[in-house]
């Protein structure tokens, strides 16, 4: 055995997931991580096209409106949003605490909402206008209950954007 990690069980990209920390030097000075957006940009090239189709479905609500992020990770597309789009109620979901805990010592803005929680189990009544879901359907298990959930939060006539 190598550090904590088990090399006689089977590596569960789950676990490794669902178990991540962020490096200390981060935690220390979480504003960093603007330094990766910047970074991510260039060389993710998936944000050339969500960012834009996001910053479009969220113009057409107006001066008011809701948007859901789910598997909102570090707040990639979370953070920018939020800060653009101030009368904007926005809501990020991670199953991941870490994630949620990052991102509340960004001290998001007003308008944003952080929630723990996995989109396969969610419960509650919450409903938005807009709701993403991007890089996170091909980690889920049981993702056709995952979309239902997804369609149960999505307001009538509101929109679902999925990136896989």
């Known amino acids: 055995m190598e550090g904590n990690i088990d090399r006689s069980q089977p590596i569960s ?7 991540f920390e962020y490096p200390l030097w981060l935690m220390r000075y979480p504003r960093l ?3 990766l957006y910047m970074v ?3 060389f993710h090239f998936r944000k050339w096209y969500v ?3 996001i910053r479009r479905e969220i113009r057409l609500l107006g001066q008011s409106g809701s948007w859901m992020d789910i598997g909102c990770g570090e707040g990639q597309y ?3 949003v939020s800060r653009s789009f ?3 109620h926005c809501t990020g979901m991670d199953m991941r605490r870490s994630n949620i805990d990052f991102l509340q010592r960004l001290s998001p803005g007003r308008n944003m909402r952080l929630l723990v929680g996995n989109i396969e189990t969610w419960q509650e009544q919450e409903t938005t206008d807009v709701l993403s879901c991007i890089g996170v359907l091909q980690y889920i298990r049981d993702d056709g209950q995952a979309l239902r959930n ?6 009538p006539g509101g929109k679902m954007l999925l990136y896989v």
């Open 13 to 19: 990209l789950t676990h490794n997931i669902s178990n």
């Open 150 to 155: 997804m369609l149960s939060i999505v307001k």
């Open 40 to 42: 991510n940009y260039f």
């Open 51 to 53: 960012m834009p189709a």
């Open 86 to 88: 101030r009368s904007l």
């Open 33 to 35: 991580i603007y330094i």
């Open 78 to 80: 979370l953070i920018p």
